[in-house]
């Protein structure tokens, strides 16, 4: 259960656009199409933004986007908005009803 | 409108025990999954158990198994982690949440857990 690698921090310009990388194994993000982003503001309870790697759930803006290339998984972020600042955690299920993180990484709009 | 609301967090010395509890309301509550997930303090999220939507398969984080138990009483719409032998790397905000399939789509506001002596 080894936490998945993703950048800790991350920048753009407003209007821009930013991907968050996050590299796992076969066993987690290669294995299974259960990858989930989820953004996190201070001191709030974290905000699903992506689903089995690309569905985005009602409400989330289509500016965000997810993808998947073998072990890593990737969210982008176009049109950056001042909003966006925030920390983003990946999320692979890793079998056997197990779930693993990644260590979070820090966007800032500059 | 789902709402999940978490209680029970505190102060406790290590080697102590806590119940932490999740009020849950806005859904069918017997029809999902339950997750706990945890945040040290200023660090990463880190999932710690799940519980099936009947209770009857429960799964830990390496971290945590043997010591702590998830359970959830359906006709109280409430979820509980029973938390024993804490140590001080146990501290973290706690939060629940509702798994409808392999993803966490509403989250409570958390609670904190510090273990210090």
């Known amino acids: 259960q080894s936490a998945l690698t993703q950048p800790r921090s991350v920048s753009g310009s407003p209007g821009q656009s930013v991907t968050i990388s996050c590299t796992g194994t076969s066993s987690d993000v290669g294995g299974y199409k259960y990858v989930s982003w989820y953004q996190q503001h201070p001191g709030k309870a974290p905000k699903l933004m992506i689903y089995d790697v690309s569905k985005r759930p009602s409400g989330v803006p289509d500016r965000f986007s997810g993808s998947k290339s073998g072990n890593t998984a990737s969210l982008t972020i176009s049109g950056l908005q001042a909003e966006d600042e925030a920390d983003y955690y990946c999320c692979s299920y890793a079998g056997s009803y197990t779930w693993v993180f990644g260590g979070g990484t820090k966007l800032t709009v500059l | 409108q789902v709402q999940l609301v978490e209680s029970g967090g505190g102060v406790v010395q290590p080697g102590r025990s806590l119940r932490l509890s999740c009020a849950a309301s806005g859904f069918t509550f017997s029809g999902y999954g339950m997750h706990w997930v945890r945040q040290p303090p200023g660090k990463g999220l880190e999932w710690v158990a799940v519980?099936?939507?009947?209770?009857?398969?429960?799964y830990y984080a390496d971290s945590v198994k043997g010591r702590f138990t998830i359970s959830r009483d359906n006709s109280k719409n409430t979820l509980y982690l029973q938390m024993n032998s804490l140590r001080t790397e146990d501290t973290a905000v706690y939060y629940c949440?509702?798994?409808?399939?392999?993803?966490?789509?509403?989250w409570g506001q958390g609670t904190l857990v510090t273990v210090s002596s």
């Open positions: 519980v099936s939507d009947d209770g009857t398969n429960k």
């Open positions: 949440a509702k798994e409808p399939t392999f993803y966490f789509d509403n």
